[in-house]
């Protein structure tokens, strides 16, 4: 698995990968947190302000083929 986190990429196993991806879902609380396409994954910290913002990006990911991992928190700002 192929990690890309600020530019940087990491290789690692499927457990390391989920514990990492555990700790980005408690970063961002109302937005999207990763992408995954096949042996890809890219971790973002992409914040919305709202429902409608967040349904649009997710959207955008989805149509380019990516498996998107998001928070639709009720604490947003």
């Given amino acids: 698995m192929q990690v ?6 990491y290789k690692m196993n499927r457990k390391e990968y989920e514990g990492l991806l555990k700790i980005a879902k408690e970063q ?7 992408i995954e396409k096949d042996h890809y994954t890219e971790l973002r910290n992409d914040r919305c ?3 409608t913002q967040l349904k ?4 955008q990911f ?3 083929g990516f498996r ?3 928070n ?3 604490n947003h700002e």
């Fill in 62 to 64: 989805k149509m380019q």
């Fill in 72 to 74: 639709k928190g009720v």
């Fill in 28 to 34: 961002v609380p109302y937005g999207v947190y990763g």
């Fill in 4 to 9: 890309i986190i600020q530019n940087r990429i």
């Fill in 56 to 59: 649009n990006l997710i959207r």
């Fill in 49 to 51: 302000k709202s429902a």
């Fill in 68 to 70: 998107v991992f998001s």
